[in-house]
């Protein structure tokens, strides 16, 4: 028997608000590899990073023809080396980005202070299509864990 912890893939009839939802069951280093990034950009015909134009008086500067100035977007980071970037929804120029690994990085940090060791901890990660909602649950298994296909 292959005692390599894995992670199991559950694809689904889930949704969350329309969107398909895929599961990820297994080790917390392995399951981080499914968390996407992201980045906030323009909300206009290209996508450019939003910097580009700065928060300086950004309600009354002319901006070049056909960006908004009340909205960006939010674009995923391709995953792989095939993927691309994806659009996956537009947020006011007050949205806060916060991305899913700062909150999976919150959760080790809280593991580590609880002195629960990694290698006891199954995550539970369910994730919409393009990432942008996630939901992490982490159950403590005490003693060695073994993971079985």
Known sequence: MDATPHV???SNDKKWLSSSVTAYRGPLDQVQQFIPMFERRTFGPE???SEKFGDDNLLVKPLPPGFNRNYDVI????MHENDVEVPVG???KQYSLIQHLSLFDE???AVGIAKIK???IKAELDITEYGERMRL????FPGTIQYEG
């Open 75 to 78: 674009v995923r980071m391709p």
């Open 137 to 140: 649950g982490l159950t403590h």
């Open 90 to 92: 537009i947020v006011s």
């Open 107 to 109: 959760a080790i940090k």
């Open 8 to 10: 199991s893939i559950i």
């Open 47 to 49: 996508l450019l990073p």
């Open 118 to 120: 990694q290698e006891e």
